[in-house]
């Protein structure tokens, strides 16, 4: 992305209706939502860096609305799936709308996903996984070894399906052309890490050297809410790498794939995603650390040894860009949302699918802090109880032994 010119010099009020922290998908969604149903009132949001540079803009850009993971196939589980699917694709179309009327340039492609596996294991993982799809009435598609080697450039992977449930974008480009489309009566101010909030509504904001008020305050800022004293004891942050490799030359595409567009997701939990771009650039993410961004010459060199064994063809396994970001995880997967104490709001913790998690939570927050009711929020609200979690070092002991663990057993899925 070209750089970009950050909002960071407005004159603020003394005080504000709504104050949401953080402008990744989460916070411009309550944002928004919160400026559709109120016109009169204002929003004040707040993000710490530039539009982009948190992880909604560095992610791998799948907008999921379905699971990674198989699961229970019983009917209870079948039936939460399902109602969240639901809840998923109404949050796509809304997303979809903003991008259309907006034009948001962000290559958009409606091309659905790869579940890939190149182990045993790996196999009947993603075996049960389809299991699941069929469960929950969704389509999926085998596709024979040799086609699948063919439509990606490589014979890496034993076995692949395809569904659709998932659009393509580049990441940085929906959230710049979200941020830049917000409605007149929400006030963005970039370059604003608020670093406390106290009181009881009317809350007391500090940035680095300003203060505001606010009568309703949401916390959108995911695994960071708990820096600022929230969600303590049930959100943390685990830190995951991508590459992008220059464009490459129309010989090489040629000899690597024959589909332009395409993303894989992995078959085991410590696996790594792959995804070719419409830009001509193959995407490795792959790593995790918890807490603490990773990032060296170390991480590099370990995304290029995973791309080097997809292709061994390719002339050179460098990447242009390498970055990692935070994930805001929960313990039993499940998100942050809805009222924690009066007037204060929040929607965190969207355990890597954030896109579309935090777009639809965001949405549906903002209508509940309007008073609103319907099966959606209720269904939310029910379906997402994130379990406590230890303090550290018990916690940081047993994430990174869990990783480790994961890593080792994940063999070439990694
Ligand atoms: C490498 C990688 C690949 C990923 N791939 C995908 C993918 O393909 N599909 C997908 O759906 N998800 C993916 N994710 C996860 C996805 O990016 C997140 O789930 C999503 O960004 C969560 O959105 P959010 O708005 O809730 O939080 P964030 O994107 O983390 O936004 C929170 C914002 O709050 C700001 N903030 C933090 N503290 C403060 C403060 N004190 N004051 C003000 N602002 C603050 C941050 O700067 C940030 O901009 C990936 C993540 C990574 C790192």
New binding site residues.
Partial sequence: MPPRIPKDQITLEASYEYVV????????AVARRLAELNSSATILL????Q?G????????????TAPLTAADTDAQAVKKATRQFEIFDGGLAWLRQIVSDASIECGWNDVGKYHAAATDEGVANIRALAERYQACGLRWDEIPQAEFARRIGSPYYKYAFHTGHNVFVQ?AALVRGLADSLPPNVILLEG????SVSGKGPFTIELLNRRVRANKMVI?????AK??GFLKNRIFNV????GITPELDDDELAAHGTDAEWGILPAARAGT?LRRTSGRRFLV?SLQSYEADRSGRQVDESLEELYRQRYPGLRSHKFEYV??????LTMNSESCFGEIAENLYV??G?????????TVH?KLLAEQIMGLDSDDIRDVRQMNAPTWIPPDPVLRWGVTLAMTQRTKHAGAER
């Fill in positions: 922290v953080g402008a990744g998908y989460t916070g411009l707040l993000e710490a860096t539009i540079e948190g992880t909604s803009g560095r992610n791998s850009g799948f907008v999921l990441p604003a890490p608020v670093s959108a800022n995911n695994g960071f820096r600022l830190y995951t790498y991508a995603t993410r970055w990692g970001g935070a994930l805001g929607s965190a969207c355990n890597g699918v954030g896109i579309m998690k935090g965001g």
